[in-house]
């Protein structure tokens, strides 16, 4: 049983409401985004050089973040409206890409600090928040999968069910031709 029931009502989609550590993680790499893009050099400091030093430059990172994060968000808030197994991309599946890429980007910034750790011989109390967004991250990610192929799933069996309820009514369920702009034609 889940946390949360879910609200059909919700401004941001019907499941939405048990996401809330995917809407934090959104929010957060847009916030990160917006302050890479702010004047200044964030990667000079000495914790973020590792960073750096792999070629990474802040225009670069705010854009990815940005990128990540608003597909995120935007995926998180059609939630339950868009109809999976038969509208791609599904949801679930731009969610768990995210938390993917969510989880790489928290991973980084978990071994830059910890090889800084080693040159300034003090680990920073940033290692274990990083660590764990990556951990969470990556729940997240198998959260996501896991809920895009039981809606599949789900969606399939209701396909079925309702064959066979057609079925047991003498009736038979066909789909129409489709053309070839995706109008149904009238054959």
Not at 95 to 113: E, I, M, P, Y
Not at 115 to 127: Q, T, V
Request: proline letters at 6%.
């Amino acid at each position: 049983m889940p946390l949360f029931e879910a609200d059909p009502s919700h401004p941001a989609g019907p499941y939405s409401s048990e996401r809330l550590f995917e809407w934090s993680m959104a929010v957060m790499m847009i916030m990160i985004a917006l302050t890479l893009a702010m004047p200044g050099d964030t990667f000079e400091r000495s914790a973020l050089r590792p960073i750096a030093a792999l070629g990474a430059t802040e225009e670069n990172m705010a854009t990815f973040y940005a990128v990540v994060g608003i597909a995120r968000a935007f995926a998180l808030y059609m939630n339950g409206h868009i109809n999976n197994g038969r509208v791609f991309p599904s949801g679930a599946y731009i969610r768990a890409w995210c938390a993917l890429f969510s989880a790489v980007v928290w991973g980084q910034l978990t071994l830059a600090l910890f090889l800084d750790a080693f040159h300034a011989n003090s680990p920073s109390l940033n290692i274990p928040v990083f660590g764990t967004l990556t951990m969470f991250e990556l729940l997240s990610c198998y959260i996501a999968r896991r809920d895009a192929v039981r809606r599949k799933d789900t969606l399939e069996g209701q396909i079925e069910e309702l064959r066979a309820s057609a079925a047991a009514s003498g009736l038979v369920l066909t789909p129409k031709p489709r053309a070839h702009g995706g109008e149904a034609t009238d054959a």
